[in-house]
């Protein structure tokens, strides 16, 4: 049994820092591909980044690019997402999930094991 639970989700004022961590617990893991995804309200979900097995990691989208890092701890499971200078519009529900054939998708159903989520808030 794979589990996947995110934590470290708060409210911050704009211009704030959060660090999400993600832990995935089972047999084999350190090979599953992890990646972030997140939703806002009233909008579809979108893929943030992920790390391969390999370790290729893929690229954020322009609106985050250069203030969200993902980063992986491969010993402890644990996958992360630094997020820097948040704005209003990064308010959302942020999901880590896990792909067991090691490969990164943007497309969430691929994902064979996923979290609940964490919220994010960002207001002033």
């Known amino acids: 049994q794979v589990t996947v639970v995110e934590s470290g989700g708060g409210s911050v004022q704009p211009g704030g820092s959060l660090k999400l961590s993600c832990t995935v617990s089972?047999?084999?893991?350190?090979?599953?591909?992890l990646g972030w995804f997140r939703q806002a309200p009233e909008k579809e979900r979108e893929a943030m980044s992920c790390?391969?097995?390999?370790?290729?990691?893929?690229p954020f989208r322009d609106s985050v690019k250069g203030r969200f890092t993902i980063s992986r701890d491969k010993a402890n499971h644990t996958l992360y997402l630094q997020m820097n200078n948040l704005k209003p519009e990064d308010t959302a529900m942020y999901y880590c999930a896990a792909r067991s054939n090691g490969f990164c998708s943007d497309s969430w159903i691929l994902f064979n094991f996923r979290g609940q989520g964490t919220q994010v808030t960002v207001s002033s």
């Open positions: 089972g047999s084999a893991v350190g090979d599953y591909a």
């Open positions: 790390i391969s097995r390999s370790g290729y990691t893929t």
